[in-house]
């Protein structure tokens, strides 16, 4: 193997043949993990480092197109076994070959996608021999552009974390220059500027910002918001039920520990400390063993980790917990609990100014569905000309009775009612897409959802809750959390759809998991407020790809439900409106992602089609629509034989 990168050992320079190292070290553990644990993933792997070798020793120039073709190759090896032997060393690849492509033709876009994939590699596989060179990879990379705080944090990472590294010596050599260097610019700035013209400098916003979380007996959704993206390393202790998460160079306005006692859950602590400069540390305590999948977020940049209990917690002697659709916390302390009328509906804790992380506890931003509407749930669907019409839906009528709402659900039998929670896409300062004639994608949602929630209502023996039922901004973590906390049965997120090419029409709907075109990555990354760039749609899959699939059993009746959907949509509309059926399709949705029941994302309409969003202001189209996905709940309870609905 060694005669494969010879070549680049002999003539490179010093950055070609630490590239060559790197790739060497990652195909030499290749074949090594093939023999102790050999898989699907390591023939793919094989066939990608056979073309890479072949391409990197051919005496020629490499044309960029050859190197796409590579990291297509090493990128199928992770997108199709996610977890596998191989996995980590097709991710490295992928940052390397990203990192190359940089290097060599200067695109912003794959220096960009190096440093994503090799921050996820990181925390993803924190452990693997690897992940020490996609930190010093990912140093080299900033520096190539003058980022020198940055590529100091890497390095200094490197040394926490990876103390034995091979690569630790070098960093630590890289640490000291960059010190001396940044010391020496401040020195000379500071000379050369009169103190009566040195501009006041405002405080600076803290990296880690707060801490916000949602749970019940047998989940926890924790959500750190932090001010940039940072690299992060998450490890359990199953011994003493604890997640450790450490955040790389992103200090909090900590003064001293803060420790959060959740009143009730399946949390028993979380303790914020800075062990040092340079990590700030998350310690989650959990009641019972538990195991976790985190993603990130960005606009604004927060790290999601989401808990789920290995067993549920004796429930002896605890107090109820409170649903967070009827519950308020806060107070001045920690976990003080206060009745629902209460004005502000978060809190920060004791003692936390402005510099210091807040913390949200079970933060009920979603509200729950008042009994009747007032002209606040009806004035942005008035504005868009979007009034339901009082045949179909009565706002004089009570959408959720105040029995159901707070009514005690327990496990046994049909005893519990289940629970159907419907999601309004968008709303608030998020409009979604917009029509050329004006209309508004969160209006048409929110008023296809009320009334989805009529029908459901008055059809089924089940509680039905609405993420919102006004036109309130609700974070797209938020939601899948309200649904998880109130043990919903089914997740319905309602939406509608927009294309570049004005002539596309149509329903379609989608289940949780990798995008497999380019077209369901856009509506992805539409509906995740992500930057839509078409050079680097397979990186914004890639953290999803890598999460826990904990729940395959859920996504494959989320595949089921979103094809009963489909097909009652494209019945109802057919006929008359000649919808065209683009079928199911997948992707990876925030608002989807660590769900623990059968979650469905339906686009309604394209409201980019002129036609189409003549169409969605038509309050009879909506209801259409509203019927369509009632009867594809309605079959999905028949094939699954789930007894929900009423006959």
Known sequence: MLAWFLPLFQNGTNKTSRIAAAILAAI?????????????????????????HRLMGAKKN?????????????????????????????????????????????????????????????????????????????????????????????FRGLIRWFPKSDRAPAAKAMIDKLQNEIRETKHAAAKTMPKKEAPEEAPAEPDFKRVRYWANDSYARVVLDVSKRIHYKIERDETKNLIMVDLLDAPGAVSAEQSIVPPSGLVQSIDISSPNHEISRVAIALKVKGSY?????????????????????????????????????????PG??????????????????????????????????????????????????????????????????????????????????????IDPGHGGKDPGAIGRGGLREKDVALDIALRLEKMLNANCNC??????????????????????????????????????????????????????????????????????????EDTNDLAFILYDMQSTDKINESSRMAAMVQQALVKGLKPRHRSHDHGVKQAMFYVLHGARMPSVLVETSFISNANEEKLLRNPSYRQEIAEGIADGVSGYRRETQMAFLTP
């Open 463 to 536: 509680r039905v809750l609405l993420t919102r039922s006004t036109d309130v901004f609700i974070p797209l973590e938020e939601r899948t959390a309200f649904a998880n906390t109130n043990e919903a049965d089914l997740f319905i997120s309602i939406h509608a759809n927009s294309n570049k090419k004005r002539n596309v029409s149509g329903v379609e709907t989608y289940f949780l998991s990798p995008a497999r075109s380019k077209d369901e990555g856009y509506v992805a990354a539409q509906e995740n407020m992500m930057n839509m760039e078409s050079d680097n």
């Open 28 to 52: 030499c553990l290749s074949y090594g993990y093939a023999a102790a644990a050999p898989d699907h993933s390591v023939a793919a792997y094989k066939k990608a480092a056979d073309y890479y």
């Open 62 to 154: 490499v044309s960029r197109r050859e190197l796409e073709r590579s990291l297509e190759m090493f990128k199928a090896v992770y997108k199709k076994y996610p977890r596998a032997a191989k996995t980590p060393e097709a991710i490295f690849m992928s940052g390397q070959l990203h990192g190359d492509l940089y290097y060599r033709y200067q695109r912003k876009i794959d220096k960009e996608n190096a440093l994503t994939i090799y921050r996820i590699l990181v925390r993803s596989f924190p452990d693997h021999p690897l992940a020490d060179d996609a930190l010093f990879n990912s140093a080299e990379l900033r520096l190539k552009d003058g980022n020198k705080l940055e590529a100091l944090s890497d």
């Open 293 to 333: 999948s985190t993603m990130e977020l960005s606009n604004p940049e927060r790290i999601v980790i989401d808990i789920n209990a290995d067993k549920e917690p004796a429930a002896a002697g605890a107090p109820p917990a409170q649903d967070t659709a009827s519950a308020t916390h806060g107070g001045n302390q």
């Open 336 to 421: 003080t609990v206060k009745p629902a009328e209460v004005e502000k509906p978060a809190i920060v804790a004791d003692g936390l100014s402005a510099r210091k992380i807040g913390v949200e506890l079970n933060a009920p931003v979603i509200n729950p569905v008042p009994p009747t509407a007032t002209a606040a749930d009806t004035a942005g669907l008035a504005e868009a000309g979007l009034i339901p019409d009082a045949p179909t839906v009565s706002h004089n009528a009570p959408r959720q009775s105040k029995d159901i709402q707070n009514a005690s659900f327990t496990p046994d039998g049909n005893s519990k009612k289940r629970t159907i929670v």
